[in-house]
């Protein structure tokens, strides 16, 4: 059950996707309802990027982070749940060399980077479950509860769900100005507790 205070829809399960790194958008979607079901029985799909890559902001303006994932032997029929991380590259390195370049100056880096830094060791196989522990690393930041409910909820996809970006306080805003659409670790760094607030205004 979700009991945050930013909740609208106390007796609607929405079922999203699992992604990596979700957007500000995202969160402010899940917050508004009771339950959340993350879909991973679903077919992988190379054209939805959203499960293996986010985007974030830094010195260099927008970067956008790709982790590798390992070929199946056929795509078509392959689902979300048995995607395999790739340790190409050492991406975990670089993500969080990448992470800590954007946000290492934000006023709550600090405070947050030893919860999230785990995510970070390579040590993950599966797809969904780097997605779902970073998704564990931003509920909690955000105090948004979750669960893959089977309870008896009216449920409702994604797509029936709509928010509009307000502008936060972004660290970079005074070189490139405000950015919308992305990762919503750009929102948990730079607005800490005050985060939950722009996403209830997201949704009014």
């Known amino acids: 059950m979700n009991s945050s205070p930013l909740v609208k829809y106390p007796d609607i399960n929405v079922v999203l996707p699992p992604v990596y790194c979700g957007s500000v958008r995202y969160y402010a979607a ?6 959340v079901t993350i879909d991973i029985t679903r077919r992988f799909n190379k054209r939805d990027k959203d499960c293996h890559r986010c985007v974030i902001e830094g010195p260099n303006r927008v970067q ?4 590798p994932l390992e070929k199946p032997q056929e795509w078509r029929s392959t ?18 060399g ?7 100056r934000t006023p709550y880096f600090e405070y947050y980077a030893d919860d999230l ?5 390579g040590d993950i196989e599966l797809l969904v479950d780097l997605d ?32 509009k970006d307000i502008p936060y306080y972004q660290i970079w805003a005074s070189r490139f100005g405000f950015t919308p659409g ?20 997201m949704t009014l």
């Open 117 to 121: 830094r785990p995510t970070y060791s």
């Open 98 to 104: 990448a992470i800590c370049s954007a946000y290492g």
């Open 182 to 201: 992305l990762s919503v670790l750009d929102l948990i760094f730079n607005m800490g507790p005050e985060a939950p607030l722009v996403l209830r205004e």
């Open 132 to 163: 779902a522990a970073i998704d564990r690393f931003c509920r909690g930041a955000l105090g948004i509860g979750c669960c893959n409910s089977t309870e008896a909820y009216n449920e409702v996809a994604a797509g029936a769900t709509s928010v």
């Open 64 to 67: 956008r982070l790709t982790v």
């Open 79 to 96: 689902r979300l749940s048995d995607v395999k991380v790739s340790s190409h590259g050492e991406w975990w390195h670089v993500h969080w």
């Open 30 to 35: 899940m917050a508004q309802y009771g339950a």
